[in-house]
Structures are given as C-alpha cells and as structure tokens.
C-alpha cells in the first residue's frame, strides 16, 4: 500500500520541485494546502498560472512586465543604463530606491564552460538602445563572480570606444562586517579601490 | 513605483503563506514558477486544487482518504486500533512498516487552554467503533506533550472499563542520542519504564 493517497502524493511531488524544497517541506506544503478554505487553494492556484500567464518581458529592457513595455522604461529617461544579468536583479536594485535610470537585462552572463557566448545574451539589444543616442553612462552591475566580470569586460570593450562613460558598481567589504571575517578577495579588491577622505 | 509587478507580487503573497516561508524564500519560489514551463505550471496549480478537491477524510477512521473509507479501513483488520492526533501522524506511523492495524484520527487533543475539550474531537466515533466489538487492543500514540498525554489518559479511563487492552506508545531516549544530550525529562521516563533483557 502506497503511503500517500494520490492527490497528496502529487501536491508534495510538486512543491519538492521548488528550490530548496525537500520531502519533508514538501510535506509540510502539502498539509497546509489541504488545510487551507477552497476559496484560498483557488487563489493560490490562479496566482500560479496568473504569474505564468501575465508575466512577461519588456521589448526594450528584458525586464519582467505585464506589457510590451515595463514601468521603468516607460516612465525614466534613458540617460543612464544599469546592466544586470537577471531580471531579479532589477528588483534588487529597486528595492534600495536609489537609482533612477533603467535597466537593461542580459538574461545570462557568457560563460565558455556552459557554452555561452555572447550571442547567446542580450547584448546586441543594448548596442541597439546605445546606437539611438542620449545615453551618457553605462553601469555595470553584472554579478562578482568570474562570468560577471568577464561579461563586463566584454561589454566595456564594445562601447567605451563610443565615447560612453562605463563604470562598475563597486566591490569591497560589505557593510557591517569586520575585517577579521571579511573574505581575502574583498578585502584586497577594498584596499585597491580605495578613495580619499 | 511598486518593486514587484502585480501578478508576481500575487504569487510572491501567496507563497508567503506556506509555513516556514519568508519573503526571500517567497520570492525565490514565485521566479521558478515564472521559469517554468506553462505545463509544468499548470501541473502545479492542478495539483493545488486537486488536493484541496478530492481529499476528503475517511468516515471509519478519519483518515485522509480520496473515498468514503480509507484502503487501510478497507483492507485491514480491525482488531487493533491506533489512535492519533492527525491525519499526518498515520502517514508517519504507515511510513514504518511495522505496524498492521487499522488507526483512528481525533483531528486534535484535549487542551482546555485552547478551550477544545473531549467533544471537540473524535472520541465518540472511537467508542461507536469499539461499541461493535471485535476490538481486542487500542494503542495510544498521541504526541508526547502534555495535551497529548492528557488526552491518552482521558480515552485510557474510558474504554479500560470495557475490558480493552489500552497501551501507550513507549517514551524514553532516542535511539542513536548519546545519554548526555538526551533530555531530562525523556532520560527519566527511560529509567522509568526499563525492562528485562
């Protein structure tokens, strides 16, 4: 006998395929959705296939969007350009209310060892907003990892020849950290990239 | 401007209700749903409102059953029965292999703090099971807390008038703990209720 009748069985096959999601959580999930009014379940359904469905992506930035153009796009101006590689990313960044310039999102950063070249990321689509005109300065702030930096290297080389100020956010020690625990990385790249006072 | 786009900020919402799960994890969920494949995410929400559909508890016992009785009422002998707080507790117990009897579900335990006493949970459909005979052994495996105990002694005083054999699951330490972080109160009952070997 199978210990899981099979309405349950198949709720907590879904929910495992969350991340970070295991058996137990799984479980868990399951419980709760059975436990829950008929009026909640539905909700929690129709905001699954609504995200699906509504969720798309705008033609200029690549950023999520419920139309052809998102928010940020249409209500901003231009002048500036922060590049990100996931649409999350950008709302990272919202989050913190303070920059006011768009995006543009590369959904990828090229990594050779995946077999993803340039062209496979959406480069060409910010050459193309460069080539319009009125931007004056391009932010890198591609993840710091290898494929983040080589992604922003390789974009720099393209369009600092244009005459566009490129910069890169800034690495170093993150904020309320104590030297003796920051990783060695960040503390050399804090020493290197330090500014007067 | 609002961080997330409505029908993200929908999903994010309705994760956040699942148990354990901030507005990080939220989030994190609601973007592999958003990368999911339109089957996958329908998949998802038909699981949803197929669990909240077709579960239904079982009549005998109040199990979670997909029919009016559960295949262990079905298949099963009813000599011994295994009483337990929730529906999730027989799946626990099932998961073992161990035990061959038919189980019974209070859907809760007594707790006067919490103002549900003995007729806000299922004991008369336990007795009405007993009332036509057969029953030989009643095991009681409600949680070992003090509204779990409480309510094992409450049923224990009922049903032992009637000439029913009435066990209690066995507390103690568990095994593979070392003796020194076992606690207190479990390593005294193991002193408590040693046997013979």
Redesign the interface.
Known sequence: ?K??????G??I??FS????VGAK?A????????N?S?E????????????????KYCKTCGN???NDE???CR?RQAETICVVKEP?DV?AI??LNEYNGVYHVLHGTISPLDGIGPDDIDIKGLLARIAKGGVKEVIMATNPDVEGEATAMYITNLIKPLGIKVTRIAHGIPVGTDLEYADEVSLARAFVDRKTI
């Open positions: 006998m210990v899981y009748i099979e309405p349950i198949k709720l096959n879904e395929k969350l991340p970070g959580t479980q868990r999930f399951a419980y709760k959705v059975i829950m008929e909640e379940a539905k909700a929690f359904a129709d905001a699954i296939l609504n995200a699906k469905k509504n969720v999520f969007s419920e998102c928010d940020i209500l999350k709302i919202e989050k």
